[in-house]
T-cell receptor, first 116, second 112 residues
C-alpha cells in the first residue's frame, strides 16, 4: 500500500510562474484534502474534494488558486502567478470516507514550495 | 467554524520527564483527533476520541477527552528523544464544512 503520494517533494518557482502540485490518494480513498503550512505554524485547510467534485473550498484564496480531482489521475493544486507569500509546505491528505465517519487523515509527505 | 486553543506552544523537557499538551474549545466537540509531526515530516494520525471522559492509551501516550467534551489532553510519560515533534489536536468542523480544523500545535523538544 503506497500511501498518499505527493510530488514534487520540493518545488522552486520564480515570482509570476505557475506551480502545480500533485497528490495521489491511498488506494481505496476517495476523499482528498489540501492543507497549507507556513514555517513554524499550524495546518490551514484549503480545499476538500471527491472525484470530479469540489466539496468545500472555503479555505482557498479567491484568486490564483484552484484545485481539481479528476475521474482519472491525481488531484492537482494549481497556483498561478506565484508570489513570495505562497512559499509554504502544501500537504495533501486522504481518507476512505468523509472525516465525519471517524477516520483519521493519511497525509502525504508534502510539497515544499519556495518562491524566489 | 469551531476554534480550538492549544497550549503550550513550545515545551522543552529533559529526557525521562513527562509532557502534557492541552486543547480547549469554547463549544462542545463531537470528537477530537491527535496528530504528531516530526521535524521536516508530515502529520501522522495518532488517535480519535469520541466519548465524554474517554481515556485511551498507546504505550507511553495517554489521551483524554473531557467530561464536557470541551477539552482534551495528550500526556507522554518518561519522554524519549523519539518523541520530538509537534503535536496537534484537530476537531471536526460541523455544518457544511466537512474537514478538520487543526490546533496551533505544541512543539516538543526533548533534551538528552
Amino acid at each position: 500500500n503506497a500511501g498518499v503520494m505527493q510530488n514534487p517533494r520540493h518545488l522552486v518557482r520564480r515570482r509570476g510562474q505557475e506551480a502545480r502540485l500533485r497528490c495521489s490518494p491511498m488506494k481505496g480513498h476517495s476523499h482528498v484534502y489540501w492543507y497549507r503550512q507556513l514555517p513554524e505554524e499550524g495546518l490551514k485547510f484549503m480545499v476538500y474534494l471527491q472525484k470530479e467534485n469540489i466539496i468545500d473550498e472555503s479555505g482557498m484564496p479567491k484568486e490564483r488558486f484552484s484545485a481539481e480531482f479528476p475521474k482519472e489521475g491525481p488531484s492537482i493544486l494549481r497556483i498561478q502567478q506565484v508570489v513570495r507569500g505562497d512559499s509554504a509546505a502544501y500537504f495533501c491528505a486522504s481518507s476512505p470516507l468523509g472525516i465525519d465517519r471517524g477516520y483519521g487523515y493519511t497525509f502525504g509527505s508534502g510539497t515544499r514550495l519556495t518562491v524566489v | 467554524g469551531q476554534q480550538v486553543m492549544q497550549i503550550p506552544q513550545y515545551q522543552h523537557v529533559q529526557e525521562g520527564e513527562d509532557f502534557t499538551t492541552y486543547c480547549n474549545s469554547s463549544t462542545t466537540l463531537s470528537n477530537i483527533q491527535w496528530y504528531k509531526q516530526r521535524p521536516g515530516g508530515h502529520p501522522v494520525f495518532l488517535i480519535q476520541l469520541v466519548k465524554s471522559g474517554e481515556v485511551k492509551k498507546q504505550k507511553r501516550l495517554t489521551f483524554q477527552f473531557g467530561e464536557a467534551k470541551k477539552n482534551s489532553s495528550l500526556h507522554i510519560t518518561a519522554t524519549q528523544t523519539t518523541d520530538v515533534g509537534t503535536y496537534f489536536c484537530a476537531l471536526f468542523s460541523s455544518g457544511s464544512a466537512r474537514q478538520l480544523t487543526f490546533g496551533s500545535g505544541t512543539q516538543l523538544t526533548v533534551l538528552p
